[in-house]
């Protein structure tokens, strides 16, 4: 493992980490009243677009995956069109576990559904971005020992750190304490942010701890 590997994934993470704090304080100079509790789902929407945006970005900027086949026009249309369509049903699947877990199903329908799509901006954009629309390798880093480097070991760590803080954000709900970032789904939107931050933060570091233990297939 070379350190110029962690330190581009630092990077890279702080980029993201940055995106992340642009969407609380850009927005307030265009749009009126802006706050995270009170305009909720623009703040949401303007958070998602943002880290998709620097991650795609990011992504082909680092190339941790190349690939070294040329792949024509079409190949690369019909992958972004995979990918899309592997977002969408990312959204639908994670709203659907909400409904079972609780949420309501028809009344704050469109809340439930934004909450499954800035999770799946903090899990499946990632995803899609470093390995592209390909379950199998998706299965292989999430197994035990699977992953080929520093970059998946990451995907691992933020991934597992997103759900984390959204499960963790549900815990404030049912208290009555009458709070207005207790209100759906606020909390759990809040939880998946700080999840997603602070795997974006812990990665890194732990990696550049255990470099000497961790070793990757491809090595």
């Known amino acids: 493992m070379k350190d110029t590997d962690i330190k581009k994934l630092l990077y890279t993470h702080l980029l993201c980490i940055f995106s992340i704090i642009l969407s609380v304080f850009i927005p307030s100079f265009f749009l009126e009243n802006f706050s995270i509790l009170e305009t909720h789902l623009t703040w949401l929407y303007i958070c998602s677009v943002s880290a998709t945006a620097v991650n795609l970005v990011l992504y082909l900027v680092m190339k941790p995956n190349v690939s070294s086949k040329r792949s024509s026009l079409s190949y690369k249309v019909t992958r972004f069109l995979k990918c899309c369509i592997y977002f969408l049903t990312s959204c639908f ?46 299965l292989r880093i999430f197994s035990r020992n699977g992953v080929t480097s520093v970059w998946e070991n990451s995907l691992q760590i933020t991934t597992i750190s997103s759900f984390v803080g959204i499960w963790l954000g549900a815990f404030p709900i049912p208290l009555d304490w009458g709070r207005p970032w207790q209100e759906w789904p606020i ?15 812990i990665s890194p570091l732990w990696i550049y701890w255990n470099r000497k233990k961790l070793t990757y297939k491809n090595n």
């Open 93 to 138: 699947f994670f709203h659907v576990i909400f409904v079972l877990y609780g949420a309501p199903l028809i009344e704050l329908a469109l809340e439930t559904f934004s909450l499954a799509v800035i999770l799946s901006t903090f899990t499946t954009v990632p995803c899609l971005c470093l390995l592209g629309p390909n379950l199998k390798a998706w």
């Open 187 to 201: 909390s759990c939107t809040l939880g998946a942010t700080f999840g997603y931050v602070a795997g974006l933060v």
